[in-house]
């Protein structure tokens, strides 16, 4: 019988699971909103206090999994971008460069991987989160790919205008923040991170066509799954079902749904794939009723299956989502079990 998170979560990845599925909603932000006492723009410098909060979300919540973070924005600001937290939550000023050479790709320095910004925040963070685990819960060190982080380096709109004005350029500047990425993911390893959690919302099929994606995003999330030597999580915001099998290709070991993809279909075009989703952040955890997240979480339990499946919230759990709502998403997966 699996005794630990960290079991549970290599369970899913073999597809022997023993007593039910992992639960991983993806709760960086919304731990930090609502387990800490301090504002954010305070709290994401300070890695114990983030730990703080991961720690008290889980005893309380019951999930499975540590998430490193407070906010997602620790990459673009060590390459220079300003961070403003607001009201409404985090936002980064892009650099005011246009590329229009290789040549101008000198005005974009690399980062020190352990050294710059808020990055010795995010290794310090993952050292108390891994200590307290023990290695029995995992992990879960956050990087976006290539792609997404360069989408809030530069101006999105100018990267978007490379892909058809000058497309080896723009691979060449990928390249270069493929690099950074593949030593902030070591840096990330060797701090005890057990499982590496990859956002790439840019590279959505609302955004871009399944032929960019090939030429684009999937030599460098290829690139991190060969040299980064942990599981590693892929998740891709919208409607991947035109690019699912392109990024299966990756080679990562867990797809992360939205949620408006249905399961069933998914598992239908990926067979042999890791799933990873996909409870609606939105309608049900943020402003259904408890029985609307009972109702979506056993959905998930029953088009997901209960091999190669990992319970997760579509996207970002939103700072607004009470306790509560949070709570009924973990008890029903885990009286539901393996079901029928």
């Not at 980064?92 to 320095?109: T, Y």
């Not at 005890?192 to 590279?203: D, H, K, R």
Request: aromatic share 6%; proline share 7%; hydrophobic share 45%.
């Amino acid at each position: 019988m699996t005794d630990s998170c960290m079991g549970r979560f290599q369970d899913a990845l073999r597809g022997t699971p023993n007593d039910r599925v992992p639960i991983i909603p993806m709760i960086g932000g919304w731990a930090a909103a609502n387990f800490s006492d301090v504002p954010l723009s305070k709290l994401a410098q300070d890695p114990k206090r983030i730990a703080d909060a991961q720690v008290r979300a889980m005893e309380t919540v019951g999930h499975d999994a540590f998430f490193a973070y407070a906010d997602p924005l620790y990459i673009p600001e060590a390459f220079g971008c300003r961070v403003r937290f607001t009201e409404t939550g985090p936002l980064v000023d892009a650099l005011p460069h246009s590329i229009n050479s290789i040549e101008d790709l000198e005005k974009i320095p690399i980062p020190d991987a352990r050294r710059a910004r808020r990055l010795p925040v995010i290794l310090e963070l993952v050292k108390e989160l891994h200590a307290y685990g023990g290695g029995d819960i995992p992990v879960l060190g956050a990087l976006e790919g290539a792609f997404t982080s360069t989408t809030r380096i530069l101006e999105a709109d100018q990267v978007m205008r490379m892909i058809y004005k000058n497309p080896l350029l723009l691979e060449a500047l990928l390249d270069r923040v493929n690099g950074f990425l593949l030593e902030f993911g070591r840096a990330l390893i060797e701090s005890g991170a057990t499982v590496l959690f990859i956002p790439e919302p840019s590279a959505s099929a609302s955004m871009i066509s399944p032929a960019m994606f090939r030429r684009f995003v999937l030599p460098r999330l290829r690139s991190l799954i060969n040299e980064l030597k942990v599981p590693c999580m892929l998740h891709i915001c919208g409607d991947t079902a035109p690019t699912l099998q392109v990024m299966q290709e990756t080679g990562f070991q867990v797809l992360s749904l939205d949620q408006c993809m249905d399961l069933s279909k998914s598992r239908d075009l990926v067979p042999e794939a890791v799933l990873g989703g996909n409870v609606d952040p939105i309608n049900s955890l943020l402003l259904g009723t408890r029985e609307q997240v009972v109702e979506d979480t056993l959905h998930c339990l029953r088009t997901g299956g209960k091999n190669h499946f990992i319970l997760m919230s579509g996207c970002g759990v939103p700072p607004g989502t009470s306790i509560e709502n949070l709570s009924a998403m973990v008890e029903t997966a885990i009286d539901y079990g393996l079901g029928a």
